[in-house]
């Protein structure tokens, strides 16, 4: 709904210039007052510098904590190259062995079934039990077929990469 000069002037049918303008400022007022930021009192930040009753600065807020925790964690994965399946892995905790990439669930670790009613998440209580899981299988060099060796699932952010198999960005890098 606009305000209009005719609704300043109390429905004149001549407005006048400054009608016009007054009609456009409370337009604008109207736009500021329907989109400026909400002040949220749930444990979300305010854009303002003073406190609102419900808002805390104390460094026991633990929603606080968990927000930065988020934010901590939403960095990491950035910063973290995409796998795909083919990829060849290793384990961050026993770099010994080379993984291929089998599988990409996907459900978090604390979803996703490992043996019996345990999921990836506990197996892994060392790692976020919200992280992507990647299911690799440890494959010998004679072995002629990945298909009947058993898959292993692990947290994400406990495999690094060893090699792409696929060239993800055009210059040649994968075996693509």
């Known amino acids: 709904m606009s305000i209009t000069a005719a609704d300043v002037r109390g429905q004149d049918a001549d407005p006048r210039r400054e009608d016009q303008y007054r009609a456009e400022a409370l337009e604008i007022e109207r736009a500021k007052a329907t989109t400026a930021p909400e002040v949220r009192c749930d444990g979300g930040e305010s854009d303002h510098a003073e406190l609102r009753e419900c808002e805390t600065r104390d460094d026991d807020n633990a929603h606080a904590k968990g927000n930065l925790e988020q934010k901590k964690i939403a960095e990491a994965e950035l910063d973290r190259e995409p796998i795909d399946i083919g990829d060849h892995v290793q384990d961050r905790d026993d770099p010994d062995s080379t993984m291929v990439v089998v599988g990409l669930p996907l459900e978090p ?14 197996f892994n209580t060392d790692y976020p039990a919200d992280d992507d899981v990647v299911e690799v299988v440890f494959p ?37």
């Open 109 to 122: 670790a604390n979803e996703v079934t490992a043996r019996g009613d345990k999921t990836v998440a506990d």
């Open 140 to 176: 010998d060099r004679t072995d002629v077929e990945i298909e009947p060796l058993t898959q292993y699932g692990y947290p994400r952010s406990r495999i690094e990469i060893v090699a792409h198999v696929h060239d993800r960005d055009g210059d040649d890098g994968g075996a693509e």
